[in-house]
Structures are given as C-alpha cells and as structure tokens.
C-alpha cells in the first residue's frame, strides 16, 4: 500500500460508486485507487477523473491533454518556487505531484507512491500566488460529481422495479385474455375462482414479498395490483354468476362491492400508511354513500342521501385520526358537488331541491361540530340559504315566498356582526360576509322572477327589504362593503319604486332623488364609510336615471327630461360644493346644459332653438365674468370648453328648423356668440379665443350675405365679405391689440375667402363671378401682405405674394376662357406671363418667390397645348411653344438651375405634336417615329453637353430624353408597333452605355443591356420566335457586357465600373444557362433547347474559368467546374437518357468538394466541404434510391453498384462522407431486398436476419467499444 496519507472511508466509498456509475467495471477499484491517489498529493477534481478514466482503460484525448495541462502548471509552480527560493520541501512535493501525474500519462500506473512532502511555510505560501492553498496538510479530496441522467443507468438502477411491474402487468394481461377465449367452457363459478384466486396470490405475494429484505418495492406493487383487482372481483360476481337474474340489483351490487372497497382501503392505509390507499378508500365512501342511496330512497332521493357525505367523511375523519385520510375533507365537498349533480336531473318544481340542500347544510353544520374548519360553516349556511330559496318553487314564487331568503338572512346578520351573544358556538359558526348578499341576490332573484309573473310590486319591496337589511348590518358594524351595496339598493329601490307606481318618465326624477341622498353623508362624519368610491356610485346613479328616461320625447310641454337633468345637476353640485365626486363640476355643468337644451324644447322653441340655445354660451360667459359666482366650482370649472360645446351644440341645432331661415338663424347664433368670444377675446389670454371671435364674426357676416345675395355671386360675395373683413381690421388693429389676432384672422378669412370660391366654382367654368372670387381672394392675400404685423406673419410674406400672384393668374385664365380666346391669342397671353414670371425668377428675392415663379414659367407651355379652345393657327401655336421652351432654358442658364434643362427639354414634345398637326401628319407611326427621333437627339445633345457643361445639364437632358422615350415605346405597344420599339430600344442601348461610362456610373450600366436585351426579345416576339432563344440572347448579352467588361479592365483596372460589367456579365451568363432548366418541354430528345442550353453551359464554364484566372477570384474556377459538368445534363436530355442526367451535376459537386480540401488559396469549412460533397453523392444515387423504393430489381442493382464504386472511391480518397453515403446506399440497397423476400411469404425471415445483424453488431460493440474505438478513431482523424 502507498504510505501516502489515509482518507475518510466515506470519500473512498464515493469514489468508488462514482466509478461504477461511470461504467468503468471491471476496472473500478483501479480507477478510483487511480483517482485517490491523485487528490492526496493535492491535484484537482478533473484531473483525478481524467486519471480514473485512464486507468479503467477508458480515457480519451480530452482525458490527455487534460492531465497534460496539469503537469504543465505544476512544473511552472516549481520553477516560480526556485526563482523565489522556496524551500526545498516545498519544491519536493510539487515534484511529487508532478510524478503523480506523469505516472497517470503511462500505461503503467500501478506504481509505489511518492511520499508528499511536509507543507510550506505559512509566510512563504501566502507570497506566492497559486501556493497558498496548497500550504497545510492536504485537504480530503472533494466527492466525485454526481454522473448525468442517462436512461440506462435508470434502468440499471430500477430493473427489479421494472421487471416485477412488467411481469405483473402481462399477469394480468394473461388473465383477462384466459376469461376471454380459454375458459369459455368453464362454468360462471369457476370463472369467479379464477378471478377471486388470481387476486388472492397478488396480496399473498405482497404479504410475503414485504417481509423478505430487498423484496419490499415488488411487495408494494403486488399489493396494489392486488388493490386494484379487488374491483373487478365484483364485477366478475355481477357478470359470470349473473346475480342480476337473481334479484340482486345493480345499487346493491355496488354498495356491497364498495363497501368491501372501503374496508379492505381504509385498513391497507392504516397498516402501510400510503395516502393512495386514503384515497382510494374516499372514492369507495363515495360510491357505497351514493349506491346505498339509491338502494334505499330511489333515484329520486339519491341526491338527499348523497348530501350527508360531508358529515360522513367528518365522522370517518373524526374517528380514525389519521395523516392517510387526510384528504376526505375534499371528498366531503366533492360529495356535496355528486349530490347537487345528481339534483339537477330534476325540475325544482318539487322538494327533492329543498330536502337536498337542507341535509346538506346539516351534514356540513354537523361536520364543523366534529372539526372546526370555517368553510364547512360557510358551506352550511349558504346551504341553508339555498334551501330556503329553493323552497319557492313547491310553494310557488308568488305570494311572498321569495322573503324566505331574507328571513334566513337575519340571523346570519346577528351571527355576524354579534357572535359573542351566543359564546363558542357564535364564533364557530360565524358566517362569512358573502352570505348576506347571497341571501339578497337569492331573495332579489325570486322578488324578480314573481314581478316578470305579474306581481307588479315585488320587486320594489324586494329591494326596499334588501335596503333595510344592509341599514341593519350597517348600523350592527359600519364596513365600506355594507356601504356599496346599501346605496345601490336604494338607488334600485327608488326607481323600482316609481316604475310600481306607474310614473312612466317620472320615474327618472324619483330615481335622481338618490344622488340628493348621495350627498348626505358628507355633512355627518360617522356616515364615512357611505363615501368611499363615491364616483362609482353618483354615474352609476346617474346611468339608472338615464335609463329610465327610456321612451321619453323631447317635445313641448315634457319636462320630464329636464326636470331629471336638473335633479341630477344639483346632486352633483351638491358633491361639487363637498369637493368629493371626481369631475362632479363638470358633470353638474354638462347636466345642466343638457337640461337646459331639453327646457328649450319643452318651451316651444324649436324653430329658432339655436340661437337659443347660443344664449347658453354668453349665460356662460356672464356667470365667469361675475366675481360673486367664480368663487364656486359649479360656476367655473372648465369655463371654456363649456363655451365652446354650448357654442357647438347650438351651431348644430341651428340646422333642425325650417331650411328657407337657414342662414338668418345661423346669423342670429353666431352674432350671440360673437358678442361671447370678443368679450373674452378683450378679458382673458387664451389661444384659442382668437380664432373662435374671428370664426363667429367671419361666420355670422357670411351668414348674411348668403341670406341676401343671389346664388350666382353668392362665392364672389363671400370672398367680398372676407376683404371687407380685412378693412374693418385695418381701421381698429390699434384699439383691438391682443396676441395672436392677427394671425387668426388672416387664416380664417383666407379660408373663408377659399370658401368663396368653392362656391363660385360650384357652376361650370368660366364665369365673372368665379374670376371676381379669384380676383377677390388675390387682393386679400395682398392686403394682408402688407399687414403683417406679428410672428408668423412676416415670415409668410414670400408666401402670400405668391398665392396672391397665383389667384390672379388664374383670374387672368378664367378671364381669357369667359372671352374665349383662340390658342393663338392666348399664347400671347401665356408668353407674357411666362416672361413676368421668368423675370421675377430671376430678380425674387426668397427662394419661395423665385420657385414659384419658375415652375408658373414652365407651366406655361401645358397650359398653352390644354387650351380647351381652337388652336389657330397651328403654326404659331407651335413658334410659341418653341418659345416658351427657350424662355424656360434661358431662364435656367440665368438662374443656374440645371434641372431647368429637363422641362426645356419636354416643353418640345407639345410644339412637335402641334407642328404634326400644322404639316398635315396623321399617321400615328410617322408620329411615334419622330418622337423616338426626338428622344434620341436629346439623348445624344446630353452627351454633347458634357464638353462644355458640368455633368448635371447632361443628367437633366438625357433624363427628359429618358421621359421621351418610355412614353414613345408605351405608345408604340399600345398601337401595336413591334419593330419601330425593337429598333428603337436597340438604338437607345449605346447612348445610355456611353452615357454611364462617360460619368463612370456602374448604376447605370446594367440599363443599357436591359434594353438591348428588351428590343431583341421585342423583335424576337414579333416574329413568333422559339421560346429558348429568347434565354439565347440573354446570354448574348451577358457574354458582350462581360467581354466590355474584360476590355475596360486593360484600361481602367479595377473599378466598379469594371465589376458592373463584371458582375452584371456574369450574373446574366447564369441566368441565360439555367434558363434551361425552366423549359423543359424545349430541352428534350434532339431538340435544339437541349443543345443550346448545354452549349450555354459550356460557355459558363469557360467564362467563369477566365474569370477566375483574369481577376484572381479562386471560387470562380470551382464554378467553372460546376457549370461544366452540368452541360451533362442537358447531354444526356438530347441523347435521351434522362435518368442518368443528374450524374454530371453530381460529379461536378462531387470533384469541388474533394478539390477543395487540397486548395490552399480558398480556405472553406470541413463541413461546407462535406455538405457539398453529400449533396453531390445524393444528385448521383438518388435516381437510384428512388427507383429502388418503386421495387424495380434492375435499379436495385445500380444503386448497390454505385454504392460499392463509392464506398471504394472514398477509400482511396480518404473521404468520411463518401464512405458514409456509400455505406447508406448499400445498407438501403440490403434492406429493399429484406423487403422484397418479405413481401414474397417470408416474413419470418427478414426479421430474424434484421434481429441477428443487430444482436451481433451490438454484442461487437459491447464487447469491444473501448478495444476498437481508440484505433478506429485515429485511423479517421486523417479522414476528410
């Protein structure tokens, strides 16, 4: 033995059960001696368990260089100790740990131990890092870790479990199959025997099986099959002895059964005490209980007798005091929920119901005698409740039955708020607050369901005697839920009450009384309680008040609503004055208002109600004028928007009277609330007011002139009062100065001036009157440009200037329209208003203005060819067209804006329509012609433009050249032109390229291709062409651009230019070539898609190849690879081989992948590689496997030829996921055949060769897993 120094026993034991749960036998001794010897010389956890593992000829590479790295810090301690001069000791028995774990690194580790050495000096070890804790003696070794979960090991550990509970289990199994099919020639019994038999040997076995050591957990299970079979005794008895033929019905064949359960359950749970056993013994209780209540009473009184349950399992409860019957208090409500069940069976028309209820409130008020525990007195008592309920339906609803709940409901006042008058049995049966209110809802129920019979006044006596009982308990002991439902009855009450009194609508105010009453308890403090959520209950209040308005009218002589309104307005005032109702001000001022708009109609007012009720808003205004009102809430709270709503409110109503006094009633209102807004405009600061005085004043002046003016100058009229408007402001801005005046007025009188001319655009254009309005609206914009005088308005100067300038414009047009000039008149027209405007572009001085100007210049020339009057003469339609496109280029080269080139460019396009028209042209090609000319000779003026211009003239150019174009090519597809839009796109594919490469644009590259590529396939449809040669010139294209591409690197190098070209070439190279794949009905046998398709791949290749070689992009040669080998595809489709057409893409991945692992330029990940690789083996066999699964014999064999060319391929390959694939394939390949012999009547025997193969394969590796599997693992470390 190793004189190192002893452990406990206790850390030695668990080493060794560490090692056995590892696995490790038969060598688990020598792993955790192994694993103690290290830990006694101080290593660490892991490395003890890498030594163990090592030892027990299990170890790995982790396990290695896990003991590696050990010996490496030790050796660094130790030279770190010399350096300090440690002393020797010290330095001794790091050596001797080292050696510990040299000797773990060696097959041998079975060796003497090296004796440790004695502990540092405590000074030493604490100034040196990493030392310290080894100072001392050496510490126990720590307790091995606990080993995974692993269902092995589960199994291991619980077989004897496992294999009784199975054994068991196919005991019973064999037992039902014997009653079913071999004992049919056995009398009944007999059969009983069996049964009764098989259940005696289950206990006799558990009885036995308990009292041997180690049997115990098969002696538990045999019990409880025991246990569970005992049932099926009975019903065995019921069945085979046919006891029902003999008198025996089925509740006495279940009470007898069951109480033999319940004997044999409640005493296997006192002996074994196991709760199972209780509760199974409470399931029993429950059916004996419910069975032997059915034998006595009949169905009908099964619920009666189900119902004492409670006090039944109290009783078992009480008497055997036991922790297994724990749970029977759950039974016990669980028979009270089986007995209410089995009741609703039945209508509640007789006194099954009562007499159910009734015992169960006496078994559970029985059971809290026995056992105090509150809920069964809660259960009890609202039990009772129930059963007084339920009394009225034998007694009838009617005649005052439903106060029985009510009376039961006394008493439980009296137990609540007074137990101690009735001592220890007052406490015991203290009921819970909730039964009160189950009284009342059970009472309140009936008192509804008598008042839905006819007894009209139930209800309100109902709810008069629920208010009276919660005053009860109120006044026994104030609580603040006594206090919410006192007030909700007295609310319900009220409103009962009227509606028993016939009241109709009057009823709403007898119900609006109830908020007065809600204002009661703040003038007493004892009265508290009555307040809290005081909110709650006042809206509350006030929705019954509203609902009972129901069936009301708002008509003359009903003051029904207004009385209501106003009740409420006062409660809520009164609440106000208290300051305890949330938003109780507001809602005192909005009731009132409401009262106050149903008072006007009550008073006869309806056809001039809105200015009436616009009285309201000054009524107002007056009461938070006057010092004595604004100290009150009611008065005050939000003033202003009271205002506003009584102001909106009566602009609406202003529309329910007669349409002809439309406008003098709304002149009438708006002049009333005028008068409100100034007078707070001239008071207070608030934003709003403003634009409400101006809205009212601009309104109601509004108003007036479209009561007087006729409806043709009604609009001019309008604007006209909206200038007027503006002069009265110039006579009195000084005297009227406030904030945000000014601003307010301006844009409401802008928008009212809008309103004009909405209105005199409502006839058709042109009129006078819609050229006054406009005329109108500018002199306003332009009198109030001059008026500015606060913040914002200066700012929108430029604004206003040009808005004024635009509505004279179009002043000016309608002018011209009402004298209908021809086009060549009103050309005139628009040149000198183009020239004003280019002039003010020029010479503005906002950027507003001259924007503005500009885009009126540019304007001009749609304007001119819209003219919807003659264009004569054409001619000098089109020379003034001209014109005013060169006034616009002029004015942008003035200006310096570039961008002004682009309409310049397009005002063109109406002149040659125009001269079109003046020459005599009427062939719509000749036309589409001349304008694709039009579109090229921009395009080319653009590139011209560049030698003496910056870029940006060109771009705006060429970008209307653009325009020209779409727009010509639409029409061309449009009349049906192929050819003309072919040639044309042609002919525009140089230009856009020498256009990008002159900016070196790679944005814009791509555009010319594209339209090659549209004109060709363009001219190719129009000539009904096959459809693969339109991917025939896709690829065409692909191949020039990347061909311009290469030519443009000899001179620029690398540049995005350059990878445009590149990228684009390539990209539409793939595209053209797999285009192929896309048409399959023209790549078939011989067919020239076939041919082309695989030529296009070829092409890919070969470009990709140069690619690669051109601009050094190594994935590229792999694509080439790829491409290439996918020409095969299409090769072996033209020669009529298509289930071989996957092999080339195969082969191809196939190659890259193994090409790959040798290329030190492309670094690509192992498993990308292997991927590829397997997707590729799965292109090339997969036709095979597929093939196979059918049961076709003949591919049977290819795909085990191809599986054995695979498997030796990969040997000499070194390639893992070839050799797996092919050892899939001929595994797959072995099965199908398995399948075959087994489809042909030899099941049997598939099965045992699938048996025997797995059998053998898993004794080899049980055998020698840890033999073979460091040799084969390092003979695959080399393996790809």
Excluded at 920 to 930: A, C, K, L, Y
Excluded at 1037 to 1044: I, K, M, N, Q, S
Aim: proline letters at 4%; one cysteine or more.
């Amino acid at each position: 033995m190793s004189d190192a120094p002893t452990h406990d026993g206790d850390v030695d034991r668990q080493w060794h059960e560490w090692a056995r749960g590892q696995l490790l036998e038969p060598h688990t001794d020598e792993a955790a001696e192994a694993a103690l010897r290290l830990l006694r010389h101080g290593a660490t956890t892991p490395a003890a368990m890498a030594a163990a593992r090592i030892a027990a000829r299990r170890g790995t590479i982790a396990d290695l260089k896990q003991l590696e790295g050990e010996r490496t810090w030790i050796q660094s301690v130790i030279e770190d100790l010399g350096r300090a001069g440690a002393p020797v000791d010290l330095i001794a028995r790091y050596s001797a740990r080292r050696a510990e774990v040299e000797a773990a690194l060696s097959p041998d580790w079975r060796r003497p131990a090296t004796a440790p050495a004695p502990a540092p000096a405590p000074q030493l070890a604490a100034a040196l890092p990493g030392v310290a804790e080894a100072g001392g003696a050496p510490p126990a070794p720590p307790a091995p870790p606990a080993a995974p979960f692993s269902l092995r090991d589960l199994f291991a550990e619980n077989s004897v479990l496992v294999l009784a509970s199975l054994g068991a289990f196919l005991l019973v199994v064999a037992t039902v199959l014997f009653e079913l099919y071999g004992s049919v020639g056995l009398g009944g019994e007999a059969r009983v025997g069996a049964v009764a038999a098989l259940n005696l040997i289950f206990a006799v076995a558990g009885y036995l099986a308990r009292r041997r050591p180690g049997l115990q957990s098969v002696g538990h299970i045999y019990i409880a099959l025991a246990a569970v079979l005992l049932p099926l005794v009975g019903v065995a008895a019921w069945t085979f002895l046919e006891l029902g033929h003999r008198g025996v019905t089925v509740p006495q064949a279940v009470a007898i059964t069951s109480s033999a359960c319940m004997v044999v359950y409640g005493v296997l749970a006192r002996r074994l005490d196991l709760r199972p056993y209780g509760e199974l013994a409470g399931v029993a209780v429950l059916l004996a209980l419910f069975s032997a209540s059915d034998w006595i009473g009949g169905d009908y009184w099964t619920a009666a007798g189900v119902a004492a349950g409670p006090l039944v399992y109290a009783a078992w409860e009480w008497i055997f005091r036991a922790r297994v019957f724990a749970d029977f208090r759950w039974f016990g409500h669980a028979s009270a929920l089986v007995a209410l069940g089995a009741a609703v069976r039945y209508q509640p028309d007789g006194w099954l119901w009562t007499v159910t209820l009734a015992v169960l409130a006496l078994s559970y008020l029985a059971a809290q005698a026995l056992a105090v525990r509150r809920e069964r007195a809660w259960a009890g008592e609202a039990a009772a409740i129930l059963a007084a309920s339920a009394a009225s339906g034998p007694l009838g609803v009617g005649g005052g039955h439903f106060v029985l709940p009510f009376v039961v409901a006394v008493p439980l006042i009296v137990l609540s708020r007074q137990p101690e008058l009735l001592g220890r049995y007052g406490e015991m049966y203290r009921p819970h607050v909730a039964h009160l209110h189950l009284a009342v809802v059970c009472g309140l129920g009936l008192a509804t369901w008598a008042y839905a019979l006819g007894e009209e006044r139930s209800l309100a006596v109902g709810l008069w005697i629920a208010f009276a009982l919660y005053s009860a308990d109120f006044y026994a002991e104030a609580s603040a839920l006594t206090g919410y439902t006192l007030r909700a009855a007295l609310v319900l009450a009220l409103a009962a009450t009227g509606r028993a009194l016939d009241l109709g609508a009057w009823t709403a105010a007898v119900a609006a009384l109830g908020l007065l009453a809600y204002a009661v308890p703040y003038t007493r403090e004892s009265m508290a309680p009555l307040r809290r959520h005081d909110s709650l209950f006042f809206y509350g209040a006030l929705v019954v008040v509203v609902a009972n308005l129901a069936g009301s009218v708002v008509a003359t002589g009903h003051w029904q609503i207004a009385a209501a309104l106003a009740i409420s307005a006062v409660g809520f005032g009164a609440a106000a004055e208290f300051g305890a109702v949330r938003y109780s001000p507001l809602a005192a001022r909005g009731l009132f208002s409401l009262a106050w708009f149903a008072g006007v109609d009550a008073a006869g007012a309806q056809g001039w109600r809105g200015p009436f009720d616009a009285v309201l808003a000054l009524v107002y205004v007056m009461a938070a004028q006057v010092r004595s009102l604004a100290r009150h809430q009611v008065a005050s709270a939000s003033r202003r928007w009271f205002v506003h709503g009584g102001a909106a409110i009566s602009l609406a109503l202003c529309f329910t009277g007669s349409p002809d006094e439309l406008w003098w009633r709304l002149a009438a209102a708006l002049a009333v609330i005028a008068v409100a807004y100034w007078w707070l405009v001239l008071t207070r600061d608030e934003p709003e007011l403003p634009w409400l005085a101006w809205s009212s004043a601009a309104g109601g002046a509004a108003s007036v002139a479209m009561a007087v003016i006729p409806d043709r100058w009604q609009g001019a009229a309008v604007a006209g009062v909206a200038v007027a408007l503006t002069g009265g402001w110039y006579a009195v801005r000084q005297v009227l100065s406030r904030k945000r005046l000014p601003t307010a007025g301006f844009i409401v009188l802008t928008v009212l001036a809008a309103a004009g001319i909405d209105l005199a655009m409502r006839e058709a254009l042109p009129t006078w009157p819609q050229a006054t309005a406009f005329l109108l609206a500018a002199g306003l914009l332009a009198a109030w440009s001059l008026l500015a005088s606060e913040a914002p308005l200066p700012e929108w100067r430029p604004y206003q200037r040009a808005a004024a300038s635009f509505l004279g414009v179009i002043a000016t047009l309608i002018a011209c329209g009402v004298l209908q000039l021809n086009s060549g008149l009103f050309g005139l027209v628009a040149i000198a208003l183009a020239a004003a405007h280019a002039e003010w572009s020029v010479r503005g001085r906002t950027e507003v203005e001259r924007w503005y100007a500009a885009v009126i210049t540019v304007a001009a020339a749609p304007a001119l060819y819209l003219w919807p009057y003659a264009h004569e003469p054409a001619a000098l339609v089109a020379v003034e067209l001209v014109v005013i496109a060169a006034l616009v280029a002029a004015t942008a080269v003035r200006s310096g804006r570039w961008y002004g080139a682009y309409p310049a460019v397009l005002a063109l396009v109406p002149a040659l329509r125009v001269a079109f028209v003046a020459a005599g042209v009427t062939d719509d090609r000749v036309i589409e012609n001349g304008f694709a000319v039009l579109a090229w000779v921009a395009g080319f003026a653009g590139l011209g433009l560049r030698t003496r211009f910056p870029n940006r003239w060109a771009w705006s150019v060429e970008a209307a050249a653009a325009s020209i174009a779409v727009v010509t090519l639409t029409a061309m597809a449009g009349n049906n032109d192929p050819d003309a839009a072919g040639i044309a796109l042609l002919a525009f594919a140089p230009l856009v390229y020498t256009s990008a490469m002159q900016d070196r644009l790679r944005w814009a590259i791509p555009f010319a291709p594209a339209a090659a590529f549209i004109g060709a396939a363009i001219l190719l449809a129009s000539r009904s062409a096959d459809t693969i040669l339109y991917a025939a010139a896709l690829g065409v294209v692909g191949l020039a651009t990347w061909v311009l591409g290469r030519a443009a690197f000899a001179f620029l190098g690398r540049h995005p230019v350059v990878d445009m070209h590149r990228y684009l070439g390539l990209g539409t190279l793939v595209a053209a070539a797999g285009s192929g794949f896309f048409f399959p009905t023209r790549t078939g046998a011989f067919s020239l898609g076939a041919a082309l398709a695989a030529f296009a791949l070829l092409v890919n290749g070969l470009v990709f190849w140069l690619d690669s070689d051109t601009y050094k992009f190594r994935a590229g040669r792999y694509a080439a690879i790829v491409a290439t080998c996918t020409a095969a595809f299409f090769g072996a489709r033209f020669v009529d081989m298509r289930p071989w057409e996957l092999i080339g893409p195969g082969i191809g991945l196939v190659l890259v992948g193994i090409l790959l692992r040798q290329d030190a330029q492309l670094r690509v990940d192992m498993w990308l590689r292997r991927a590829c690789v397997a997707f590729g083996l799965l292109l090339v066999m997969g036709w095979a496997a597929a093939q196979t699964l059918q049961g076709d014999v003949w591919w049977l064999v290819v795909l085990l030829v191809e599986g054995a060319l695979t498997v030796a391929i990969s040997v000499g390959l070194r390639s893992s996921t070839m050799l797996a694939a092919g050892g899939l394939a001929l595994a797959f390949a072995s099965l199908r055949a398995m399948l075959l012999i087994a489809a042909a009547g030899y099941l049997f025997i598939a099965f045992a060769a699938v048996a025997i193969v797995l059998l053998v394969l898993a004794t080899a590796l049980a055998l020698g897993r840890e033999r073979y599997a460091s040799g084969m693992r390092a003979q695959f470390s080399h393996w790809d």
